[in-house]
């Protein structure tokens, strides 16, 4: 069964996507349990599912970023946890609140916002010299 209806999502990306058709109750799986969940038909790249806040809900959704684990409750009310693949990287992030701590404390602090843009290649004809 479906619906047809546009809806205009952004996506954790950044991207806009429309949605053009809802499907309702297809079966998704998670870790070998079957969960009927109404989805929206798209192309995605880098997702492989996008879930609602009202579908997780509906399972009794535990999300835990710290431990990047997410239990919910299967059809059976059996528990089913996904473990995330846990992320290396060597930025060191703090919370507002810590550093507004540390700026009472006298440090200083600085704010950086990085685009990525495309470089233009330059040839030395293109280098003005005064």
């Known amino acids: 069964m479906s619906k047809h209806s546009l809806l205009h999502i952004a996506l954790p990306d950044g991207k806009m996507v429309k949605y053009k058709e809802l499907l309702i109750d297809r079966p998704i799986q998670i870790h070998g349990h079957e969960f009927l969940k109404d989805l929206y038909k798209c192309e995605l790249t880098k997702f492989d599912a996008i ?3 009202d ?3 509906k ?3 535990h999300i835990n970023c710290l ?3 997410i239990m919910l409750r299967g059809p059976l009310r059996e528990r089913v946890i996904h473990k995330g693949k846990p992320t290396r990287s060597d930025v060191r992030l703090i919370t507002t609140i ?3 701590k540390l700026f009472r404390q006298g440090y200083e602090g600085f704010l950086c916002n990085l685009v990525k843009t ?3 290649e330059t040839s030395l004809k293109d280098i003005l010299v005064v």
């Open 51 to 53: 879930l609602a806040m």
């Open 55 to 57: 579908g997780l809900s």
């Open 59 to 61: 399972n009794l959704v």
């Open 67 to 69: 431990k990047q684990k």
């Open 98 to 100: 810590k550093a507004k």
């Open 118 to 120: 495309k470089a233009l």
